[in-house]
């Protein structure tokens, strides 16, 4: 079931990912060459996971009124949109994190 369960860190700045090249991988792009790169990649970081991830459903987090506004359910796109901060400190506070 897709949710929140923990943070991490971006430690990297984003640079081509390797696979798009590779014409054994799943992950091959043709319309990619390395002087013109298509997917790019970063290095996270765990930071911490949540105890309380069952709060932080994809189902529960549209419930909450704080989000309503989040980038999350209005784009087709789950992987990679913009948090505001109000969103990520109630998404913190919800998650209860755990060290």
Request: charged residues 25%; hydrophobic residues 40%; neutral net charge.
């Amino acid at each position: 079931m897709p949710g929140v369960v923990g943070l991490a860190k971006v430690v990297t700045e984003p640079y081509p990912d390797h696979t798009q090249f590779d014409k054994s991988n799943v992950y091959y792009d043709a319309r990619s060459d390395k002087t013109d790169p298509k997917w790019w990649m970063v290095d996270v970081k765990f930071v911490c996971k949540f105890s309380n991830p069952d709060m932080l459903t994809l189902n529960k987090l549209r419930g909450y009124d704080k989000l309503k506004d989040m980038a999350l359910f209005h784009t087709a796109r789950l992987s990679v949109q913009p948090v505001t901060a109000s969103e990520y400190d109630f998404i913190v506070s919800i998650g209860t994190v755990a060290n």
